[in-house]
């Protein structure tokens, strides 16, 4: 049972994960590229490196030599992780998976073209001039995304000729890596979004977690909520679609597969292969297992029978507003402990920045989503971050 795991991230899914992982036994070194990060207070061990440079990313898996290699964010270069394959390390939730999860060109191609799922239409573009084509292409209005950030970074719609010198500047300040292109995205008329938590298992069935609405600011989550009331046959599409992308992809582990829902149908937006940020709902206890302890489960091959609805629930976030190196302050805690069937996390971040996420509210119960939304919106502002 005893793994050892590396993983490549340590933000706050990481340090949620490394807490499942430990509770099944399992030794794990949290990586990123500043220490004290959130996983690394809770991991046996921690490493600082940049995990764009290939060397240092080769140096560490030859120091500590892994059973497993558990990426968490983008900007890791991810085409080393093949090699650790061939030599019997297990890349979760596969090194296939990783590479082109980590590149919105390749997911977004395997799925529009290999897989054949219904998608917005899209162009990509490595200039200023490319840009201008693929808006000339989509319409207006239009999204534009890097092809590798994190949580929203580099996002923006384009509405008019004046966006886009601004689009462009944005996507590449926004990006990570050292890949500057971007991806143009005609813009769906959806009536919401969702997240479908998808687990592979090596031996057991593809599952789905109840689906999870969200709403988004900067192309960042605010607020997400489980379970979304939906169409039954929209769900249905959604579900084969997240199972035939996660299926040509390979592995086992928890999957983060976004939708646009329209009157029509389920659109495939993006997918990430590890636990997603709107997932965190799931620490209120909404369903079987929150997403960190399926992903730990999967990837270790414990079999996961089934997952079910316990209780409705969500989530709010708590943003800190200025940038700061000192260790962060929280004020008005105790009145976000006031409300009952709540709960929080405070993440740890040793440092701040405007709209970075310190820590989020949960509530749960019997009541509508709507409600549980407006109670965690009034926990998260209570809590002021200085």
């Not at 709960?343 to 820590?359: E, I, L, N």
Request: proline share 5%; hydrophobic share 40%.
């Amino acid at each position: 049972m005893r793994k050892k795991i590396l993983l490549l991230g340590s933000g706050e899914l990481g340090k949620e994960f490394v807490i499942a992982a430990q509770r099944l036994g399992q030794y794990v070194i949290a990586v990123d590229s500043y220490p004290n990060a959130p996983a690394m207070q809770v991991a046996h061990e921690f490493e600082v490196i940049d995990m764009l440079n290939g060397e240092a990313l080769d140096t560490i898996v030859a120091k500590h030599k892994p059973d497993l290699i558990v990426p968490e964010i983008e900007a890791i270069r991810t085409e080393r992780f093949y090699d650790f394959e061939n030599q019997g390390i297990q890349v979760v939730p596969s090194a296939k998976a990783a590479n082109f999860t980590m590149n919105r060109k390749a997911i977004r191609d395997l799925a529009a073209i290999e897989v054949g799922v219904r998608t917005a239409k899209y162009k990509y573009a490595t200039s200023y001039e490319e840009l201008v084509e693929a808006v000339a292409y989509t319409g207006m209005p239009c999204v534009v995304k890097p092809l590798m950030s994190s949580s929203g970074k580099g996002q923006s719609v384009i509405k008019s000729e004046e966006d886009w010198q601004k689009a462009w500047d944005y996507a590449m300040e926004g990006s990570r890596g050292d890949l500057k292109e971007v991806i143009v995205e005609g813009f769906i008329d959806f009536d919401y979004e969702i997240t479908l938590l998808t687990v592979t298992q090596q031996y057991g069935p593809t599952l789905f977690c109840p689906p999870i609405g969200h709403r988004q600011e900067r192309g960042d989550y605010q607020e997400s909520w489980q379970p979304m009331p939906m169409n039954p046959e929209h769900l249905k599409e959604a579900q084969e679609m997240a199972a035939a992308v996660t299926k040509a992809l390979g592995g086992a582990g928890l999957w983060g597969v976004e939708f646009f829902i329209t009157k029509e149908g389920a659109y495939f937006s993006e997918l990430s292969p590890r636990p997603h940020d709107t997932g965190m709902v799931t620490l209120a206890g909404t369903q079987s297992f929150n997403e960190f302890e399926l992903h730990a489960r999967a990837i270790l091959n414990i079999p996961i029978p089934q997952i079910d609805l316990h209780r409705n629930g969500a989530s709010a976030v708590v943003l800190a507003t200025e940038t700061s190196e000192k260790e962060p302050v929280f004020e008005g805690v105790e009145k976000a402990a006031a409300y009952s069937d709540s709960d929080f996390r405070f993440f740890g971040k040793p440092t701040t920045r405007p709209y970075r996420r310190m820590a989020v509210a949960l509530t749960y119960g019997t009541q509508e989503v709507s409600a549980l939304v407006e109670k965690a919106k009034e926990m998260a502002a209570h809590i002021k971050v200085k």
